[in-house]
Nanobody
């Protein structure tokens, strides 16, 4: 069983930055593909970003490309989401997800992940 704990959310103004962290309890963390999803009130949970277990490839939804960056620190068993130039439409609960090895064809789908964190709230408002 893998436990994921997100942190770093908060209330910020448009244009500000935040860095989310997700600490994993997994043994062999470096064998897990990690991802961030988000869910705004009344909306479906949606893919934000993912990074392969190797760390060599990352993937983003179009609306965050160039503003968000996913990274991982395997020694610390942590994955990060650096969010810059935040917009009100980025407001959501952000969830961390993990899948051992990961399957490229479903890397953007909730079904591609076995483990989920409890979420951290990000609110972008003036």
């Amino acid at each position: 069983q893998v436990q994921l704990v997100e942190s770093g959310g908060g209330l910020v103004q448009p244009g500000d930055s935040l860095r989310l962290s997700c600490a994993a309890s997994a043994d062999a963390f470096s064998t897990y593909t990690m991802a961030w999803f988000r869910q705004a009130p009344g909306n479906e949970r949606e893919f934000v970003a993912a990074i392969r277990y190797s760390g060599s490839n990352s993937y983003y939804r179009d609306s965050v490309k160039g503003r968000f960056a996913i990274s991982r620190a395997n020694a610390e068993k942590t994955v990060y989401l650096q969010m810059d130039s935040l917009k009100p439409e980025d407001t959501a609960v952000y969830y961390c997800a993990a899948k051992k090895w990961g399957i490229l064809s479903v890397i953007r789908s909730q079904s591609g992940y076995d483990y989920w964190g409890q979420g951290t709230q990000v609110t972008v408002s003036s």
